[in-house]
């Protein structure tokens, strides 16, 4: 009967007839049993069946990957073995790496013409001469992806910069990620390569660090060096201020190898979702992405409390 229908009204009328069953069937199990109340893990398994077989989110960036922690599998995927560039990302396996190795955050820090990035000349608001703790240049390398502030933290790990980046693949095959390499602690290398597959494992863990956490969705923060002007830096991505995202990490990355990236380990409809959205073409497009994710599992999320209170 069910071929009969696919066959004469084609694909489409298919996809309407599996989404009426998934709504229609446990309202009338509610029906059938009215004494048990459906619960909530049962709502989240009607919100996955209906991701499942709903159309998938229309999506500008080249790569992609929505990934739901609670149930271990990816809910949409595009070109996620892929490996390519990865830019700013990288500071995320820069933080761990530091954060790991349990130096003090209060150490003095002064930006050196070391610091200095001789590969793109790429743009910095920090000089020669400023001196921060450890923290506050961390803080700026996760919130506004500070290529100074990254470069100084990994030239003083212990052993230099070359311990640090020898740390962060080591790090990377500890997590599992196969696919990945690391060339420097800032991302303006190209390459530094990785797959949104390994990503995805590098947000996962990053997420157990409250100082990335912290850092990583701080909106802004003044800073102040002695002898020079106070400073704000903001957040390279502009979700972490819009009250309807719950984020749990956040980093950007551009280089033009790469094109314009955005990570995020969230929380949407109180489900942990990793978001990975890799080359987007256009200043607005990984934004826009993000939210085209947000507002497809909110749209399954609520067929899923349609059903419930049936």
Same mark, same amino acid.
């Given at each position: 009967m069910l071929r009969i229908v696919v066959c004469r009204f084609g694909e489409d009328m298919y996809k309407k007839l599996i989404m009426l069953v998934l709504l229609l069937v446990p309202a009338l199990l509610v029906q059938a049993a009215p004494d048990k109340a459906i619960t909530q893990k049962q709502v989240d398994d009607l919100t996955t069946t209906v991701l499942k077989h709903t159309s998938s989110p229309k999506l500008n960036s080249s790569i992609a990957l929505i990934y739901d922690e609670q149930e271990q599998r990816p809910l949409y995927s595009k070109k996620a073995n892929a490996v390519? =560039?990865?830019a700013s990302i990288t500071k995320l396996m820069t933080a761990m790496v530091i954060l790991d190795a349990e130096l003090s955050l209060e150490e003095k820090i002064t930006i050196s013409v070391f610091d200095f990035d001789i590969l793109k000349n790429s743009h910095s608001r920090m000089r020669i001469g400023m001196t921060l703790t450890r923290g506050e240049?961390?803080?700026l390398a996760l919130m506004s992806s500070e290529n100074r502030a990254a470069a100084a933290l990994a030239r003083t790990? =212990?052993?230099?910069?070359?311990?640090?980046?020898? @740390? &962060?693949n080591a790090k990377a095959l500890e997590l599992g990620? &196969?696919?990945?390499?690391?060339r420097d602690a800032t991302g303006l290398n190209s390459g530094n390569t990785s797959t949104a597959q390994d990503l995805v494992? @590098?947000?996962?863990?990053?997420?157990? !660090?409250?100082?990335?956490?912290? !850092?990583?969705?701080?909106?802004s923060h003044w800073v102040t060096a002695p002898g020079f002007p106070p400073l704000r830096f903001g957040n390279t991505n502009p979700l972490v201020k819009n009250a309807s995202w719950n984020i749990g990490v956040s980093k950007t990355g551009y280089i033009n190898e790469a094109g314009r990236c955005l990570v995020m380990h969230a929380h949407i409809m109180h489900r942990p979702v990793i978001i990975v959205l890799l080359d987007s073409q256009g200043k607005n497009t990984r934004v826009g992405d993000a939210n085209r994710v947000k507002k497809w599992m909110e749209s399954a999320a609520t067929r899923g409390r349609i059903t419930r209170r049936g």
């Open positions: 390519v =560039p990865i240049l961390l803080n790990y =212990p052993g230099g910069t070359n311990a640090a980046v020898a @740390m &962060m990620m &196969m696919k990945t390499h690391f494992k @590098m947000l996962i863990a990053a997420r157990q !660090y409250n100082l990335i956490h912290k !850092y990583s969705t701080t909106a």
